[in-house]
């Protein structure tokens, strides 16, 4: 839009030049008819004139079909502006949103962390160091036993293995046969 915009102004100014050169011709064969004696001289600087006068007519034609054109593309233009100023809004506008939603995680972490480091406090220190271990080797410390499904290998149990773990004590620590992360047992373990 600006090399267009820059086009049609240097299109404008050569257009204002041409009608310039014009009417200054106009001015000095005007001079040179007041002053000439000859009637054949005359007679050629009127018909001169006369040709002149029609050239820069079309001149001023051909310059207010530039204006308009130029107009034209200056409302364009500010109408880029308009939506320029609006996107630019818009995204500083998401920009604070993705850092008030950005704050918002980084508090709500806090708060997990928080209740994690206190859980983890709570617990044997021995039943921790597996976790950790196992969460390291294998990407999952535990999971929940679900309807005899095992939540970090997503693999539902044999029944021997269902077998052994319903003839463990509830308190000892059983890993998943298929992710060796350690599994927790609830009332939905289907035990």
Do not use: W
């Not at 980084?106 to 969460?135: F, G, M, T």
């Amino acid at each position: 839009a600006f090399i267009e915009l820059e086009s049609i102004r240097s299109e404008l100014a050569r257009a204002e030049s041409d009608v310039s050169l014009v009417e200054a011709r106009i001015a000095q064969d005007s001079q040179r008819l007041e002053h000439t004696s000859s009637a054949k001289d005359a007679l050629g600087l009127e018909h001169e004139l006369e040709s002149l006068r029609t050239r820069r007519s079309n001149l001023e034609d051909i310059e207010l079909a530039i204006m308009e054109k130029l107009e034209a593309a200056e409302a364009g233009l500010a109408g880029i502006d308009a939506e320029l100023a609006t996107a630019e809004a818009a995204l500083l506008e998401a920009r604070d949103e993705e850092a008030r939603r950005s704050e918002a995680l980084h508090s709500e972490i806090r708060v997990h962390s928080d209740a994690r480091a206190a859980l983890i406090a709570s617990l044997p220190r021995d039943l921790v160091e597996l976790y950790e271990r196992q969460r390291e080797r294998y990407g999952v410390g535990a999971s929940h036993l679900r309807f005899g499904v095992s939540g970090a290998s997503g693999v539902k149990l044999t029944e021997s293995d269902i077998h052994n773990i319903r003839q463990t004590p509830a308190d000892a620590v059983i890993l998943c046969p298929d992710s060796n992360a350690i599994l927790v047992r609830t009332a939905e373990s289907g035990l």
